[in-house]
């Protein structure tokens, strides 16, 4: 039973199992005041209490108010070199066992956290300790990888180097941190991905094309104009980019409310998108719509949808590049344009085992480095590189 309420040493919990249905929970309590918080709540079958046991010797007891949750307890080693020992709970899965031991646990003092808290703190500082925070949160096995190799110490080595390299050959020291600067745009979103908007007048294609895209129904596809309401968007990946879709209302100006603010929303969106796919009909002649978005989105990526009907326009008649040809409807030509928005979102994917800054902090460190580097300040280059490399390598 929870002893009564007392302020003592902080102490923090939370669980470190997913919120789901599962045979076992595990729920971690950190902070000075961990074993002090888990000895009022555990109640160990038999002897000693568990701040008695050492670390890594599994306790079996019970946790919880009334009977309790059958747990086993577990001191474990300070996730943080040189801080107090934590505790690990594994009470039965599902949400039901997991409240009683966490709710016990806040009584006796503990502050529930956020699951993902205790990643970051055991995440600490040092840039591979960032990574393997990341890694949890990583959406495709690509981004994962890049990850792993920033946990392994990729940036860590190159930046190294760098170091090395900085006062004999400053010149070359400042190319080295451009090419990891060039990086950065893919180390920045590889927890948060990229954003596609697909782009076009009703009934081009849009929708069909999004669920292509994603390989399952997701948006409303009607032949009448302005179907899509709202912008729909969902997650998917391409060449292992994660990527947020987002199939944009109709862009025409219409009457009806609705569809106005689904309007307004799908330009807002684009406009912030990493790249937008162009939608053109390729089967109906070009309208005056199709021109002004060609006009208006130079930069986007042309699509030509169904190619499986006979064509009623020339590729050249929408600009010096060549649209992909596709069809929504069969899937042909897909691949080929996902396979072009992969390399648009990301035109030079890092090496296998490339440092890759992916913190913003980073990206600040390297230009600040830079700056001082360009201005004859090796020392302070130097300072600012080494904040990127873990202490037992630098
Ligand atoms: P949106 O308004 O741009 O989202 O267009 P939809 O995806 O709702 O499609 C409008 C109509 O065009 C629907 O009847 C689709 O079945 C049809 N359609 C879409 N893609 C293709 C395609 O590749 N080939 C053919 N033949 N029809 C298509």
């Not at 300790?129 to 990341?134: E, I, L, M, S």
């Given at each position: 039973m929870a002893g009564p309420l007392r302020p003592g040493p902080p102490a923090r919990v939370c669980v470190l199992t997913p919120d789901a249905r599962g045979a076992v929970a595990v729920v971690r309590i950190w902070g000075p005041g961990a074993l002090d918080v888990a000895d009022r709540v555990f109640r160990p079958a038999r002897g000693a209490p568990l701040s008695a046991t050492p670390p890594g010797r599994p306790r079996f007891g019970r946790a919880g108010a009334g009977?309790?949750?059958?747990?086993?307890?577990?001191?474990?080693?300070?996730?943080?070199?040189?801080?107090?020992?934590?505790?690990?709970?594994?009470?039965?899965?599902?949400?039901?066992?997991?409240?009683?031991?966490?709710?016990?646990?806040?009584?006796?003092?503990a502050e529930k956290?956020?699951?993902?808290?205790?990643?970051?703190?055991?995440?600490?500082?040092?840039?591979?300790?960032?990574?393997?925070?990341?890694?949890?949160?990583?959406?495709?096995?690509?981004?994962?990888?890049?990850l792993l190799e920033q946990a392994g110490g990729a940036l860590g080595r190159e930046v190294t180097g760098l170091i090395r390299g900085a006062e004999t050959d400053p010149g070359?020291?400042?190319?080295?941190?451009?090419?990891?600067?060039?990086?950065?745009?893919?180390?920045?979103?590889?927890?948060?991905?990229?954003?596609?908007?697909?782009?076009?007048?009703?009934?081009?294609?849009?929708s069909r094309l999004l669920n292509a895209l994603a390989g399952y129904d997701r948006a409303i596809v009607d032949p009448t104009p302005g179907t899509t309401r709202d912008v729909v968007t969902l997650r998917t990946a391409f060449d292992g980019w994660p990527v947020e879709l987002a199939d944009t209302a109709g862009l025409r100006d219409a009457d009806d409310a609705i569809e106005s603010a689904g309007i307004a929303l799908a330009r807002a969106r684009q406009a912030g998108a990493d790249l937008t796919l162009l939608v053109l009909d390729r089967s109906e002649p070009l309208t005056g719509d199709d021109r002004a978005l060609l006009a208006r989105r130079p930069a986007a990526l042309v699509v030509a949808n169904k190619c499986d009907l006979p064509a009623a326009w020339d590729a050249a008649e929408v600009g010096p590049i060549s649209p992909i040809t596709v069809s929504a409807e069969r899937g042909d030509g897909v691949?080929?344009?996902?396979?072009?928005?992969?390399?648009?979102?990301?035109?030079?994917?890092?090496?296998?085992?490339?440092?890759?800054?992916?913190?913003?902090?980073?990206?600040?460190?390297?230009?600040?480095?830079?700056?001082?580097?360009?201005?004859?300040?090796?020392?302070?280059?130097?300072?600012?590189?080494?904040?990127?490399?873990p202490a037992a390598s630098k």
């Open positions: 009977l309790g949750d059958e747990v086993v307890a577990l001191v474990v080693g300070a996730a943080v070199p040189g801080g107090p020992v934590e505790v690990e709970l594994h009470c039965h899965g599902g949400p039901t066992p997991v409240a009683l031991v966490v709710d016990a646990l806040v009584e006796a003092g956290s956020r699951p993902l808290a205790w990643v970051r703190h055991a995440a600490g500082r040092s840039v591979p300790a960032q990574a393997r925070a990341d890694l949890a949160r990583a959406p495709t096995l690509r981004t994962a990888e890049i070359s020291a400042v190319a080295g941190i451009d090419r990891l600067l060039a990086r950065a745009p893919v180390g920045l979103r590889l927890v948060r991905g990229w954003t596609v908007a697909l782009a076009g007048r009703p009934n081009v294609g849009k691949e080929r344009l996902v396979a072009e928005a992969a390399r648009r979102l990301v035109p030079e994917p890092p090496e296998p085992g490339a440092g890759v800054p992916f913190r913003r902090a980073h990206v600040r460190r390297l230009q600040a480095a830079r700056e001082a580097l360009q201005a004859g300040r090796i020392a302070t280059a130097v300072d600012r590189l080494r904040g990127l490399v």
